[in-house]
């Protein structure tokens, strides 16, 4: 299990830009955790005195444990860390709101890879109740050195 300071050492996101706690790499799958604190940043305005976690900020957690899952997985074939971005994602939906306390359970299943492309499959579930669902999420990446 990969804690937070660990995480943040594979990622090229910084905080307070991090929405995975921790996480679990699996031969075809990343599960990670995050806590929505309350204090996030951009929830002083998401809504004002209502605050929702914002879907979009949902997709960039899935995201970021795509990223986990391949620095892990691509480690032994030099991935750099720098050419990982995000370009699609495909059928997103929102079931649920996410709110401070809540726990986002997320899980990212990998479909394929193809270097420059890296595609997964995800969902966000708290408390066993599904919050979203990716059906397909693109990331793309590098293995040689830069140059």
Known sequence: MLKRSEIT???PQGDPF???DTAEIRE???????????????????????????????????GQLGIVYMMEHYRASGIDQESIYFI???DVSCRRKCLP?????????FIRSREPLAQFSGE????????????????????????
């Open 28 to 62: 075809d799958c990343v599960l990670g955790g995050y806590r929505i604190t309350g204090d996030e940043y951009f929830l002083k305005g998401h809504f004002s005195g209502r605050p929702v976690f914002p879907a979009s900020i949902l997709v960039e957690a899935l």
């Open 101 to 109: 306390g809540d726990l986002l359970e997320m899980k990212m299943r």
């Open 9 to 11: 050492d594979l990622i």
């Open 124 to 147: 966000i579930r708290v408390e066993g109740e599904l919050a979203l669902k990716v059906s397909s999420m693109t990331l793309s990446f590098s293995t040689h050195p830069k140059g």
């Open 18 to 20: 991090v929405f995975v």
């Open 88 to 90: 699609k994602s495909e």
